[in-house]
């Protein structure tokens, strides 16, 4: 995979609010999440974060994770692999989103999207796996962790195939908006295709 590392814009979004406000009540509560994932007894660098529905929240959750995990110490890289309205360049104030590999203003941590000469990572989730694994072993090389922003989708298997190839999964729920049912209904997709499912995070609407 060819890495480009020009840096990025420094117009990091409100959203990532683990850049502007570390020490704030929410980035404290991701650190609670990721101190609960890195308790399970099989370590876990390569997670899929993976929204129960549309307009979830799951790209700003990815978005902060990975600062944090970045802010640790921890060189990590964050794959947007959002077949629908990726959000990470946004985010991140990225000049396009037609970069391979992007490192932001956040020391130790990088972007990866698709570029016009190589698929979209999220394309190649879903249509060439075999190449969304090498792009992992690849990245893998380079970086201590791995987070995958996945996108909801009705079939969920986005969702799977991101499971698959990551050491588990963390389901982002939405209070009063996500369904009790659907999110029954994820999980046990998930677990039926092998998917360690690391728990759930709720978030405000």
Same mark, same amino acid.
């Given at each position: 995979?060819?890495? @480009? ?9 409100? @959203?990532? $609010? ?6 704030? =009540?929410?980035? @404290? ?7 609960? !994932? ?12 993976? /929204?129960?529905?549309?307009?979830? #929240?799951?790209? $700003? ?6 600062? &944090? ?22 985010? $991140? /104030? %990225?000049?396009?989103?037609? *970069?391979?590999?992007?490192?932001? +203003?956040?020391?130790? &941590? ?15 989730? !879903?249509?060439?796996?075999?190449? $969304? ?6 990245? #893998?090389?380079?970086?201590?962790? !791995? ?8 079939? @969920? %298997? ?12 963390? &389901?982002?729920? =939405?209070? #009063?908006? +996500?369904?009790?049912?659907? %999110?029954? +209904?994820? *999980? ?5 295709? #092998? +998917?360690?499912? &690391?728990?759930?995070?709720? !978030?405000?609407?």
């Amino acid at each position: 995979m060819n890495m @480009d590392r020009r840096p990025a814009h420094a117009d990091i979004h409100r @959203d990532v $609010f683990a850049f502007h406000v570390p020490r704030g =009540q929410s980035a @404290d509560t991701l650190r609670a999440a990721l101190a609960r !994932i890195e308790l399970n007894d099989t370590p876990v660098r390569r997670l899929a974060v993976v /929204g129960c529905m549309a307009g979830s #929240g799951r790209s $700003f959750v990815a978005a902060n994770l990975a600062v &944090l995990l970045a802010q640790s110490g921890q060189r990590t890289a964050l794959i947007d692999a959002a077949r629908e309205r990726p959000r990470q360049h946004l985010l $991140f /104030g %990225l000049s396009s989103i037609d *970069t391979a590999s992007t490192a932001t +203003t956040v020391p130790r &941590l990088t972007v990866v999207t698709g570029t016009e000469t190589q698929p979209s990572l999220a394309d190649t989730l !879903i249509e060439a796996p075999a190449q $969304f694994a090498q792009a992992m072993t690849e990245l #893998g090389r380079k970086y201590e962790y !791995i987070l995958i922003d996945t996108s909801a989708h009705p079939s @969920d %298997l986005d969702a799977i195939s991101a499971g698959n190839l990551s050491d588990g999964a963390l &389901l982002i729920v =939405q209070r #009063g908006i +996500t369904p009790v049912h659907r %999110l029954r +209904t994820l *999980t046990d997709r998930l677990r039926e295709s #092998g +998917t360690r499912v &690391l728990g759930t995070l709720l !978030i405000e609407e």
